[in-house]
Structure formats: structure tokens, C-alpha cells
């Protein structure tokens, strides 16, 4: 199962989206593994509904980042500036 990292919260605490069951989780930044950052993915193992395995997944991590990269790329060549004139 596949999870990402969303957000950490006072600087403590990382919150987990783990989308194929629609839930989020709640650990301490300290479980986390090396190299983890906001937006990174992992492969998850739940259990008893607690997260019981938590693997950085590099691989997803960057080809989601490209998708989002190219999609703001398209949204930035679209835009032709404001459509009020200055006086």
C-alpha cells in the first residue's frame, strides 16, 4: 500500500495520507525514514490500524514530482498575464 508524507505538524509530527484506504495517520517525525520529505511516498504496512512498516519509495517520490513539474510548466506557458489594464 502506498502513503505520503503531507505535512508535519509542529515540527514533531508527520502526517500520512494513505489514499487506497482514505486515511490519514499520525506518527512521530522521529519514525520516519532517511531522506523523508514532505511529498515523499512510502510503502506501508497496516495492521491492527496502526502503521507498522513505513519504506521511503525513492522511485514513486520522483515521478510524482515530475508530473506536478510538468503540469505547472503547462499552467505557466498558458498564462498571458493579467486581463486588467493599468491606468
Keep these: 500500500m502506498k502513503g505520503y508524507l503531507d505535512r508535519i505538524e ?6 500520512i ?3 487506497e484506504i482514505g486515511k490519514e ?3 512521530s ?3 520516519l525514514p532517511d531522506g523523508s520529505s514532505i511529498h515523499s511516498y512510502f510503502d506501508v504496512k497496516i495492521e491492527d490500524d496502526r502503521i507498522t512498516s ?3 519509495d525513492e522511485k514513486t517520490s520522483i515521478s510524482e514530482q515530475q508530473k506536478v513539474d510538468s503540469m505547472m510548466a503547462k499552467l505557466r506557458s498558458k498564462s498571458k498575464g493579467s486581463k486588467f489594464s493599468k491606468k
Aim: proline content about 0%; hydrophobic content about 45%.
Design 25 to 27: 495517520y499520525v506518527l
Design 29 to 31: 517525525k522521529d519514525q
Design 10 to 15: 509542529d515540527d514533531k509530527y508527520a502526517v
Design 17 to 19: 495520507l494513505v489514499e
Design 54 to 56: 513505513l519504506t521511503l
